[in-house]
């Protein structure tokens, strides 16, 4: 999540948003953004009815145009008129980005870039100076291109063997090498990948992410 003048964007809806919100004492939430929609990365997307009630309003999501279809049908309650009144949804505009497309969202510039997820092509977004990746298995040469002077990136490692559709350690700090930012943080990491140790072995601008991580950008 990234905070600006008040104004909080979220990058993806994980199964414990509600339990990381009120330990984190997440007030307020502007817009979300979804790289994909695998369970992991959706399934906290019911928790946004408590912002949209405590903001009166509905909040923007941005995806790509695979996603809004996807999402539209496995939560399609979110997006068909409601039969009963009571039990509120979650109320959520979606707004569909092209690969590539650059907006400004609530003050932020948000620019959607594609990555490979194993055999899918999902987004991971730069805001501003700062770029999320998660789930990725490959980076195409022209999303590099579009990562140059960072300050913080966030990369997908999951553990050390290969994956399918994750990055490995050793992948994920050669791709963080190539992208350059001058500070990386890995995420979706494994069990298996031991905290200190590992961040022990890696270099000081390349160290693994943690819940409640903070920096500046
Ligand atoms: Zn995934
Ligand atoms: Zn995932």
Do not use: W
């Given at each position: 999540?990234?905070?600006q ?11 414990d ?22 369970a ?8 946004i009815?408590?912002?949209?009630l ?9 995806l ?59 987004f991971?977004?730069?805001v ?16 590099v ?6 300050e ?7 553990r050390?063997t290969?994956h399918?559709t994750h ?5 994920a700090?050669a ?9 990386t943080?890995?995420t979706?990491?494994?069990?298996n990948?031991?905290h ?22």
């Amino acid at each position: 999540m990234l905070e600006q003048d008040g104004q909080n964007l979220l990058i993806d809806t994980s199964i414990d948003l509600r339990q990381q919100a009120l330990k984190y004492n997440i007030q307020n939430i502007a817009v979300v953004l979804l790289t994909h929609t695998h369970a992991d990365h959706i399934f906290g997307l019911d928790e946004i009815r408590r912002y949209n009630l405590v903001q009166q309003k509905r909040i923007p999501v941005f995806l790509s145009a695979e996603s809004d279809q996807e999402l539209r049908k496995v939560m399609y309650y979110l997006y068909e008129t409601p039969r009963q009144k009571g039990g509120g949804v979650s109320m959520l505009d979606n707004n569909i980005l092209q690969p590539y497309q650059q907006s400004t969202v609530c003050g932020y510039t948000v620019t959607a870039l594609p990555i490979h997820h194993g055999q899918l092509e999902i987004f991971g977004y730069r805001v501003n100076n700062f770029a999320y990746l998660t789930d990725c298995s490959g980076i195409p040469e022209k999303t590099v291109e579009k990562l140059s002077g960072l300050e913080v990136l966030v990369l997908d490692a999951l553990r050390d063997t290969p994956h399918p559709t994750h990055f490995s350690l050793d992948e994920a700090v050669a791709a963080a090498e190539r992208i350059g930012a001058k500070q990386t943080y890995f995420t979706h990491i494994a069990h298996n990948l031991e905290h200190e140790a590992v961040n022990a072995r890696l270099p000081e601008s390349m160290q693994l992410a943690h819940d409640g991580l903070t920096f500046l950008v």
